[in-house]
């Protein structure tokens, strides 16, 4: 059965550090697909990044990166230089290549609080 | 304006009052979803659907119905509420998946707020 972990409950830091949020999954498939969404106070989600399981190239989308490794199962979000508008909860999930299995799966989420 | 709407926004009603939560796209998506959001859970899928008649249970499909009988809607019914389905629900939808499987990006609605006395 398909899992993600969150482990990080709650994260705060002051503005302007970097901030790195987990992300560790359980897959029987060797072909699957990751996501971030994030969830900002007014409550709407809003979609960050897809990446596939043949893609382990990091990833950078401004202050924004992803780091995947399947070696350890994790697909790990930071943040550099944190900004307020940073603050929000954020979900990773995880979708099977599979077909018959279109179940999309999302950890706990990670609620990040940027201090100013 | 490409999205997905819900309906209603928030309700509050009382326990066994059978009750319907719209959802609909405008982007010609096949795929939907419903996701009830609890603190300390997350986002954990009921129900999902590939297409039109076409649906099958997610994680947590216990005291829900949906039905799909036109692409573009996809109801959550619960036939008789009880306490424990106070959630924020959430609709989404995306395009299909792609040829090597797995989901594609999902767009959601603004969410459901429901509380269940």
């Known amino acids: 059965a398909q899992k993600v972990t969150q482990a990080q409950t709650e994260i705060s830091v002051v503005e302007k550090e970097d901030v790195t949020l987990d992300c560790v999954y359980e897959?029987?498939?060797?072909?699957?697909?990751l996501f971030w969404y994030k969830q900002p106070p007014s409550g709407e989600l809003v979609f960050l990044i897809r990446?596939?399981?043949?893609?382990?190239q990091n990833e950078i989308s401004g202050r924004y990166s992803w780091n995947f490794q399947k070696s350890t199962s994790s697909f790990n979000f930071t943040i550099t230089a944190s900004q307020v508008v940073d603050s929000a909860v954020y979900f990773c999930?995880?979708?099977?290549?599979?077909?018959?299995?279109?179940?999309?799966?999302f950890g706990t989420g990670t609620r990040l609080t940027i201090i100013p | 304006e490409a999205q997905v709407t819900q309906n209603p926004r928030y309700l509050i009603t009382v326990t066994g009052k059978k009750l319907t939560v719209t959802c609909s796209q405008n982007m010609n998506h096949e795929y939907m979803s419903w996701y009830r959001q609890d603190p300390g859970l997350g986002l954990r899928q009921i129900y999902y659907s590939m297409n039109v008649e076409v649906t099958d249970k997610g994680d947590v499909p216990e005291g829900y119905k949906v039905s799909r009988k036109e692409k573009r809607n996809f109801p959550l019914i619960l036939e008789s509420p009880s306490p424990n389905q106070t959630s924020l629900y959430f609709c989404a939808s995306s395009s299909p998946r792609l040829t090597s499987g797995g989901l594609n990006e999902q767009f959601f609605g603004p969410g459901t707020r429901l509380t269940v006395l």
């Open positions: 999930a995880l979708s099977e290549a599979s077909f018959g299995n279109e179940k999309l799966t």
């Open positions: 990446r596939n399981s043949f893609d382990e």
């Open positions: 897959t029987r498939d060797t072909t699957y697909y």
